[in-house]
C-alpha cells in the first residue's frame, strides 16, 4: 500500500499544481472565449497554408491549448497553430498526394509532438540559446515572405504553377488575366477590415469579422465560382473524435519534416515563455515547456488536428484579456468544442480569399523591418548569418532551411570564439595584484613571462591560441606560466598544442608552466601522457586564493630563468 501512495505522489501533486483556483476562475473563463474565436480563422487559415481542410486547424486549436496547457511551466502560453509550423507542415507534405495528405498530416504532428517531449526529457531546452538572433530572424523573416507570396494565388483566385512560393508569385504576376475578380475583391476587402479594426477595441476579433463580412457579402451578391472551404473536403459536425495515423504514409521526408517543425516551434516556444512571465513570480522551466508542446501536439494529432506550439498571437491576446492561470488557454481550448459543435455546418461556407488575406496580414505584421536593419548594420557575421537563412528559407524546403540555419549558428559560434580569443600578458604589481598588457610576439631570454588567455579554448579556439602564442624562436632559456584559471575542461586539440608549444619552448632551452588548473583538469592533463608534472611543463593546481597557483608559478619560472643565465654560477 505504502509503494502506491509514493508512486501516486507525483500525480497528486500535478493534480493540486493544475488546478483552477476560484479567485481566478471568473476571468480565465471570459479570457478563453475572445481566444477561441480568434482562433477559428487563425486555425483554418493555418490548416489552408499546409494545403488541408481546415477543420484540421480547428481541431488542433480544440486539443492543443487543453492538452498543452495542462502540462506548461509558462502559465499563459497558449499551445496552439502557428503559421510557422504550418508552413513546415506544408513543406514536409508538398510531395504527398492530396489524398494522402491528411492521413500524412496526423502522423508527422504525432512524430512532432514525441520529438519535443524526447527534448525536454534530455533537457535539450538550454540549447535552443545556440541558435543566434541573427539566424532566427533571417528565418522567421524568410517565413513571414514565403506566406505572403504563398498565398498571392489564393486572395487572387489565380491558378499558379511552379516548385516554390516565390515562383507561384511571379507566375501570378506575369499572368493578370486569371485573377478572378470576385476572389480578389473578397481578399481585399478581408484586408481592409483587419487593417481598419487593427487600432480599435474590435482588433481581437477582426479576423473573424474578416472572414463574415466578405463572405456574406459575395453570397448575397451571388459570386458562385469563388472557392470556398467546404470546396476542399467535407466539414465533420460535432466534436472530433481522436483516430490513429495511418503508419503507411512513414517515410523519411516525413520524418525531416517532423524535425523540422519541432525544431521551429520549440525555439519559438522559448520565445513567447520570455514574453509571458508567470504572474505569481515563478519561474518557466525550458524542458517542461518542451514536453507541454509535445504533449500538445501528440492530442492534436489522435485528434486530426495540426502542428501546435506556443503561439506569440494568442499568448499576447491571452494576456490582453485578462488571463489569471493556465486555464484561460484550457478553457479557449473547450470553447472551441463549443464553436465546433454549434457552427461547424457554416464554416464550409467561408471564402478561401478571406483566410488567405489573415495570413497575408499575420505575415506582413510579423515582419521587423527595423530589427533587421540592426542586424545589417551589426557586422559581417550577422550580415552573412541573417541574409543566408532568408535566403535558403525562400528557395529551400523549410526542413533543409531549419538544418542550414541550426548548422550556421553553431558554426559561427565556434568562429566567434575563436576569433574572440586573445592572449595578455600579465606583470605582477605586488600584494597579489597584476597589471595587465599586450602579449609579446616573441619571448624573451632568461626571463618569466606571465599569459593570460580569454576566450574559448575548444576546437578551433586552441589553434587560434597557438598563433597567438609568442614564438620562442631565437629566445634562449625562456621561461612562461600560462593561467587557466576557471578552465574546468579542455579537448584533445588544447591538449596537442600546449604539448607542442612546451616541446618548441624547451628546444631553446626553456620551460612551460600551467598556473590555476583546476584538480579535475590537471588530473586529466596527467592522465594524457603527455604531461606528468617533469620537464618541459609543471603544473600549479588552483587554491582557494586567486593568484596564489600563478605566484608559485612565476617564482618557479623565476627561478628557472635565473640558474639559466650565462652569468649564473652554481651554488
Known amino acids: ?26 476571468a480565465d473563463v471570459i479570457a478563453g472565449l475572445p481566444g477561441a474565436i480568434s482562433s477559428v480563422p487563425n486555425g483554418m487559415a493555418s490548416a489552408a497554408l499546409i494545403g488541408v481542410n481546415p477543420i484540421h486547424g480547428l481541431y488542433a486549436s480544440f486539443a492543443g491549448p487543453v492538452a498543452g496547457g ?52 534530455a533537457r535539450l531546452g538550454r540549447y535552443t540559446r545556440f541558435v543566434s538572433h541573427s539566424v532566427m530572424t533571417g528565418f522567421l523573416t524568410g517565413i513571414s515572405v514565403n506566406i505572403v507570396l504563398s498565398q498571392l494565388p489564393g486572395l487572387t483566385g489565380a491558378e499558379a504553377s511552379g516548385q516554390i512560393a516565390l515562383a507561384k508569385a511571379v507566375d501570378v504576376a506575369i499572368h493578370p488575366t486569371r485573377i478572378d475578380i470576385p476572389s480578389l ?15 480599435t477595441r474590435l482588433s481581437a476579433v477582426s479576423a473573424l469579422v474578416a472572414l463574415v463580412i466578405p463572405t456574406v457579402g ?55 515563455a520570455d514574453a509571458a512571465p508567470n504572474l505569481d513570480g515563478t519561474a518557466s522551466k525550458a524542458n517542461r515547456d518542451f514536453v507541454a508542446q509535445g504533449i500538445g501536439n501528440l492530442a492534436a494529432g489522435f485528434f486530426r488536428g495540426q502542428p501546435v506550439g506556443g503561439s506569440v498571437g494568442q499568448t499576447a491576446l491571452n494576456r490582453t484579456v485578462g488571463g ?3 486555464w484561460a488557454a484550457i478553457l479557449s481550448g473547450l470553447w472551441m468544442v463549443v464553436i465546433l459543435v454549434a457552427c461547424s455546418g457554416v464554416i464550409g461556407l467561408v471564402a478561401m480569399p478571406t483566410l ?87 619571448l624573451p631570454s632568461h626571463q618569466a613571462t606571465v599569459l593570460d588567455v580569454y576566450g574559448s579554448l575548444l576546437y578551433a579556439g586552441a589553434r587560434t591560441l597557438r598563433v597567438k602564442l609568442p614564438d620562442p624562436g631565437g629566445a634562449e632559456a625562456p621561461a612562461v606560466v600560462l593561467r587557466l584559471r576557471g ?28 598556473s590555476g588548473v583546476d584538480s579535475s583538469l590537471a588530473e586529466l592533463l596527467r592522465r594524457s601522457d603527455r604531461f606528468d608534472g617533469s620537464d618541459p611543463v609543471g603544473i600549479f593546481e588552483a587554491t582557494e586564493l586567486v593568484g596564489e597557483s600563478t605566484e608559485r608559478a612565476l617564482r618557479a619560472a623565476e627561478a628557472w630563468a635565473l640558474r639559466h643565465r650565462p652569468d649564473s654560477t652554481d651554488q
Open 1 to 26: 500500500m505504502s509503494g502506491h501512495r509514493v508512486s501516486a505522489r507525483p500525480v497528486l501533486r500535478w493534480l493540486r499544481s493544475v488546478r483552477p483556483e476560484r479567485r481566478s476562475l471568473r
Open 70 to 121: 495542462l502540462a506548461t511551466s509558462s502559465q499563459l502560453m497558449v499551445v496552439t497553430t502557428t503559421t510557422a509550423g504550418a508552413l513546415a507542415a506544408g513543406s514536409a507534405l508538398e510531395g504527398v498526394d492530396a489524398a494522402d495528405r491528411p492521413q500524412a498530416l496526423l502522423l508527422l504532428t504525432i512524430i512532432a509532438g514525441l520529438v519535443m517531449i524526447l527534448a525536454g526529457i
Open 185 to 199: 475583391l473578397a481578399g481585399l476587402g478581408a484586408l481592409g477590415i483587419l487593417i481598419g479594426l487593427s487600432r
Open 218 to 272: 459575395l453570397a448575397v451578391a451571388g459570386a458562385g465560382d469563388v472557392a470556398l472551404v467546404k470546396d476542399t473536403g467535407q466539414i465533420p459536425r460535432g466534436i472530433p473524435l481522436p483516430q490513429l495515423p495511418d503508419f503507411g504514409q512513414l517515410s523519411f521526408p516525413l520524418v525531416t519534416g517532423a524535425l523540422a517543425v519541432a525544431a521551429i516551434v520549440l525555439v519559438q516556444g522559448s520565445g513567447v
Open 324 to 326: 489569471r492561470t493556465r
Open 356 to 442: 488567405a488575406a489573415i495570413l497575408i496580414y499575420a505575415a506582413v505584421k510579423s515582419l521587423k523591418p527595423r530589427e533587421v536593419a540592426t542586424i545589417l548594420r551589426t557586422g559581417p557575421t550577422s550580415q552573412i548569418a541573417v541574409i543566408t537563412t532568408f535566403c535558403a528559407t525562400l528557395f529551400l524546403p523549410v526542413s533543409a532551411a531549419v538544418g542550414i540555419g541550426v548548422s550556421l549558428s553553431l558554426l559561427l559560434q565556434l568562429n566567434q570564439e575563436a576569433m574572440d580569443l586573445k592572449v595578455v600578458l600579465l606583470r605582477s604589481a605586488g600584494d597579489g595584484r597584476w597589471t595587465e598588457h599586450p602579449a609579446p610576439s616573441n
Open 487 to 514: 578552465r574546468t575542461a579542455v579537448g584533445a586539440t588544447f591538449v596537442k598544442v600546449v604539448d607542442d608549444y612546451a616541446v618548441a619552448v624547451e628546444a631553446v632551452g626553456g620551460r612551460l608552466y600551467l
